[in-house]
């Protein structure tokens, strides 16, 4: 098992950035498959980003391709979202997750979940 806990949301206007942390600790962080999930109101939890074990494979939904970069650092234990170009769309609550499995989009795999950090783009 490993625990996750997301920080670095918060309140942006329309065309501004935002960076998310998802801190690790527990099973070893470099044996995980890690994904960026989101969930609006009233909504389903969607997929945003995935990232292989070493970092090499990225993986993006068809929304945030070329606005949000997914990044991980192994010897932090600590994945990260960087969010730019930010539209109102984009508000919800954001969540990191683990997975043994690769190249994994359906949540329904993940094993691991953050406790979310809210993200709220004004327009």
């Known amino acids: 098992q490993v625990q996750l806990v997301e920080s670095g949301g918060g309140l942006v206007q329309a065309g501004g950035s935002l960076r998310l942390s998802c801190a690790a600790s527990?099973?070893?962080?470099?044996?995980?498959?890690m994904g960026w999930f989101r969930q609006a109101p009233g909504k389903e939890r969607e997929f945003v980003a995935g990232?292989?074990?070493?970092?090499?494979?990225?993986y993006y939904s068809e929304s945030v391709k070329g606005r949000f970069t997914i990044s991980r650092d192994n010897a932090k234990n600590t994945l990260y979202l960087q969010m730019n170009s930010l539209k109102s769309e984009d508000t919800a609550v954001y969540y990191c997750?683990?997975?043994?499995?690769?190249?994994?989009?359906?949540?329904?795999?993940?094993?691991?979940w953050g406790q979310g950090t809210q993200v709220t783009v004004s327009s």
């Open positions: 997750a683990a997975t043994p499995f690769v190249e994994v989009r359906d949540s329904r795999r993940y094993e691991n």
């Open positions: 527990g099973r070893a962080f470099s044996t995980y498959f």
């Open positions: 990232i292989s074990f070493g970092g090499r494979n990225r």
